[in-house]
């Protein structure tokens, strides 16, 4: 089933559009996770992800890295939040059993937003003296061309192959309302192709809705949609449901172990 | 507990709303409730004349340019006080959110910088919080650094670290020299204990005060309003910390 | 009368906060034009201003040319669109009565993206071959740090003193709507000061609203606000009314001549 | 006025869809009818299979990133066509949209460059749009550059000029040549009359046809959900053109 250009299929579907070693830009976890659709990529074993955090990740980083599905994360940070540390990324990290791209917040928007304005970087203030730019060999440290002396740094651009994320609503043209998650506009324009689940399809007009169309991301952007209701969970969906504390605690406590974590998976369906 | 009496978190709370009295806008990043409590605190305090922005916050969070717009909101000089914690922290007030032992083959993974090597350069007022309060924390010279305390003339840098507030007692950054000096210790501590506990060499006065308590009025505000607010972001610890008293 | 800390004031006294001398940034004709405001200015007699168009400008800039405002326009054109040059516009440049710094739309924008992120430049693509890099002299073709021998153009920042534009509404805490108009979301965070005329006050909480909090800018970046319905006139305001046609089309005729303009101002309450 | 008979709107509407048609995305920018209207027509026969972006206008414009977007997403390369007018056009197809005489001292005063200077680089097909077709128009150098036809090896540049459409001809851009090449001329013109009008070299073939004329469907199309679609943006250009028929 296709509308306007851009097709809705199964979350399984959507999910096999990641290729092994694609570059993953996914949000951070109270904007819009699409985890239904990590769990049908870790049923279906991608391997080898770049995944970039934009700018922190948290359970699906961490549930992704334990699967065994990535091969770099590039981040500012991963971490479970008020549950601590995040248990298979502190430990495939430990273990050397993923590379690191250690990054800061403003960092990968600089980099997503050069690839969103066609450039090749992008300057940054602060990080002169932080030991981020030693080991980020592709940073440099340059000048400000209008100032002799005054050091900046400058950053590549960022390109995704693939933005995911999971949306309230899509309307019947492929136009996504993501309200106040900029974030996820930035990603879709950089990113060479977008997926979306959403909670629903509606039967509206986003661009012709002046409400509604400035909190919108244009189908233009837009490869490919999946209807998963409740597609954030055990994540939040800001405005349409809260975060499952109870079940995000049992995972934090259960993804301690190698064990325990293949346990999670094998029960939650992924 | 009456109001005279209060937990640790509470004294924290109290202590940090302090340091946002008489500014415009505090942020308060991600996994930071107390300081996020202590910025409602003294929002509450101020009559709305003090704007507050909590990280993953929908009530709390005026933001609407998306996940970019604090660190261009602060580059714009639009935010007057941040908070950072760390793995470690060193006595030129470097900050470690990275891990322990030699990068890349850590023995001991953090999560990460998350925006403090960016945050800690344009926010004026940059208020280093972290409980614990030893020499595995407060260390000598940190294995990592995620975000430098002071920088080289030349360097771009409107904002730095202010203080750094731990379970046993206040810090406060001189940036002239440097260092850091104590400012207050918390009741039950003692200088020694403060030096025994502290990697770092920092300057005291000849007499170090006590920190004060919080009154019964700023009590009362934490325990309603304060904790109601923050539950929205950390409901646990609204619920396992405020409720005590 | 105040709330929020944000003021609201009556559009004289609005204007009145635009300096002589001032950097002003404004729309195009297309989103959100103050005009009620720009009347305003004129009545006051504000001189040498900076007039910076967000990327270009229409018969706001050709009334403020015309009326001795400007001392230096900054925009990437100034026409009255279908209605033909813009007349005042046209005859100030010809007469070399001010200044003008040619640019290129998404020079602009870059220059208060910059702005925006406390950057000291942006780097753009084009440019290079185009005469503009050979008139504007703050302008530097500079190379990608990431490719030797490519040739990128850097622009300085663009910080302007005043973001001036009309809203369809306010909340009581000085939020404002301005739907898909992002363009004013960029001038407000650029600009030291945004002024801000609305069609209405209404009694809601835009920050608290998830449907229009993505369409909106929010206080902390605006210093004041005025009633001013119809502010917009004789342009239109989109989704809320149209251009009044017949009115531009009668400026466009009066302001050939000097006579004309002067005729029109004092007959428009200006 | 018959199906057969049409308004030069009319042809030069059709002519500059026929050079959209199997593009993904076309681009009109400020004050452009009838690129506006020929880019409309070609969504109408591609059934949605083309995306139309008209600046201005609220219908058919699904940008939503604000005034920047369209310039965003030309560099991205979503956008396949785009149109340019120009005061002077040389042969070089340099465009001129600055004014005439000595920049700044100028004798004649247009009103200014647009986004001409970028999207000419990164659109790929850009089409020159100029009615007026004389001597005073297409001259041997233009006066000022807004943006240049052709760029030095080096220079990043996916996009550049792909036609000059005129209301007596059609040239093709020749990029490898650097100049414009006579692809069809209107009816009730000859190859003299175009040479005698066009103040720059071109190459011509030896023989040129003449520019084909609107199909009655085509015409049907144009005077009616084309001529309705355009003129939310364009309602004078609508009104006294479009409704001649």
New interface residues.
């Given amino acids: 089933m296709a509308f ?2 851009v097709p809705v299929e199964t979350v399984e579907a959507l999910a096999a559009r990641v290729s092994d070693g694609a570059m993953v830009a996914v ?5 819009f996770v699409a985890m239904a659709a990590t769990r049908a990529m870790i049923r279906r074993g991608v391997r080898d992800l770049h995944l970039l955090a ?3 990740s948290g359970i699906q980083a961490d549930m992704l890295i334990g699967a065994g599905c990535v091969a770099i994360v590039e ?5 479970l ?3 601590g ?2 248990p298979r ?2 430990a495939a ?2 273990n ?1 059993a993923i ?2 791209r ?6 990968i ?1 600089a980099g997503l ?1 050069a ?18 730019m030693r ?1 980020r060999e592709d940073w ?1 440290e ?1 000048e ?4 002799q ?4 740094t ?1 950053l ?1 651009a960022l390109k995704p192959d693939i933005a995911l994320f999971h949306a309230p609503f899509a309307d019947r043209s492929g ?1 996504i309302w ?9 990603m879709a ?2 990113a060479r192709a977008t997926l979306v689940t959403v909670e629903e399809i509606r039967d509206i007009d986003l ?2 809705d ?12 837009v490869t490919a949609i999946a209807n998963a209701p409740k597609g954030a969970w055990p994540l939040g969906l ?2 349409h449901y809260e975060a499952d ?1 109870a079940h995000l605690a049992g995972y934090a406590a259960a993804a301690r172990s190698r064990q325990g974590f293949d346990d999670y998976l094998a029960e939650h369906g992924a | 507990m009456s109001a005279a009496e209060h937990s640790k978190s509470e004294l924290l709370i109290a202590v940090i709303a302090r340091m946002l009295d008489g500014l415009g806008h505090v942020a308060v990043g991600a996994s930071s409730p107390i300081p996020g409590a202590a910025a409602l605190l003294a929002r509450a305090r101020a009559k709305k004349h003090l704007r507050v922005s909590v990280l993953g916050s929908l009530r709390h969070n005026d933001f609407t340019d998306g996940a970019r717009e604090i660190f261009d909101c602060a580059a714009q000089g639009r935010i007057d006080a941040f908070f950072l914690g760390g793995g470690q922290i060193d006595g030129a007030a470097n900050v470690n959110l990275v891990g322990l032992g030699e990068y890349p083959d850590l023995n001991k993974r953090f999560p990460g910088s998350y925006g403090s090597a960016y945050l800690y350069f344009l926010v004026p007022r940059v208020i280093l919080f972290r409980p614990e309060h030893s020499r595995r924390v407060l260390v000598p010279k940190v294995d990592f650094i995620s975000a430098p305390g002071v920088s080289a003339p030349g360097i771009y840098r409107p904002g730095g670290p202010y203080a750094l507030v731990t379970e046993r007692s206040v810090f406060s950054f001189e940036r002239e020299q440097g260092r850091f000096r104590l400012h207050s210790i918390h009741a039950g501590e003692t200088a020694a204990s403060i030096a025994e506990n502290t990697g770092f060499d920092y300057d005291s006065p000849a007499s170090v005060p006590e920190t004060p308590p919080p009154s019964a009025e700023t009590l009362a505000l934490i325990r309603g309003d304060v904790g109601a607010d923050i539950a929205e972001v950390y409901p646990r610890f609204a619920r396992e910390i405020l409720t005590a008293g």
């Fill in positions: 306007g250009g949000p951070p976890d109270y904007s934009v700018p922190q981040t500012a940070a991963v971490s939040g008020e549950l540390a995040a990324f502190t990290l430990e050397g590379a690191i250690d990054s800061t917040c403003p960092a928007h937003q690839s969103e304005k066609g450039l090749p970087f992008m300057p940054l203030r602060g990080l002169i003296g932080s030991d981020l080991v440099k340059s400000n061309p209008f100032e002396g005054d050091r900046i400058v590549p136009n993501i309200g106040r998650r900029r974030e996820l506009v930035t324009h950089a661009m012709r002046e409400a509604l169309a400035g909190g919108s991301i244009p189908a233009l952007y800001a405005g504390q």
